[in-house]
């Protein structure tokens, strides 16, 4: 059974930064397209990043160039570096694996972790 569980959220000031984790179990993330997603109740899901097999990445215009998408293959866990936060960046956070990316959008998501609360202030 496939499972991803997201670590790492939490409260910080505009301007900060923190580091998700995503850690995969019965499924190996080397040759996978995985992204990071946030969704906030009732809202429709916004794409963060995408990294794909060849590890290429993509940002949204929002994230880009404060936030860092990466994998450690050796510990099966991904990972969103996330600078110079914004309070616009207050969110629930989910990780997924899916079968491609379309730029920074993760498509055809087949699974995807509980999610984890970020949150900023001004």
């Known amino acids: 059974q496939v499972r991803l569980v997201e670590s790492g959220g939490g409260s910080v000031q505009a301007g900060g930064s923190l580091r998700l984790s995503c850690e995969a179990s019965?499924?190996?993330?080397?040759?996978?397209?995985m992204g990071w997603f946030r969704q906030a109740p009732g809202k429709e899901r916004e794409g963060v990043a995408c990294i794909d097999r060849s590890i290429n990445a993509n940002y949204s215009d929002s994230v880009k160039g404060r936030f860092t998408i990466s994998r450690d293959i050796a510990k099966n866990t991904l990972y969103l570096q996330m600078n110079s936060l914004k309070p616009d960046d207050t969110d629930t956070y989910f990780c997924?694996?899916?079968?491609?990316?379309?730029?920074?959008?993760?498509?055809?998501?087949?699974?995807r972790g509980q999610g984890t609360q970020v949150t900023v202030s001004s």
């Open positions: 997924a694996l899916g079968l491609a990316c379309s730029g920074y959008e993760l498509i055809a998501i087949n699974t």
């Open positions: 019965g499924y190996t993330i080397a040759r996978s397209y």
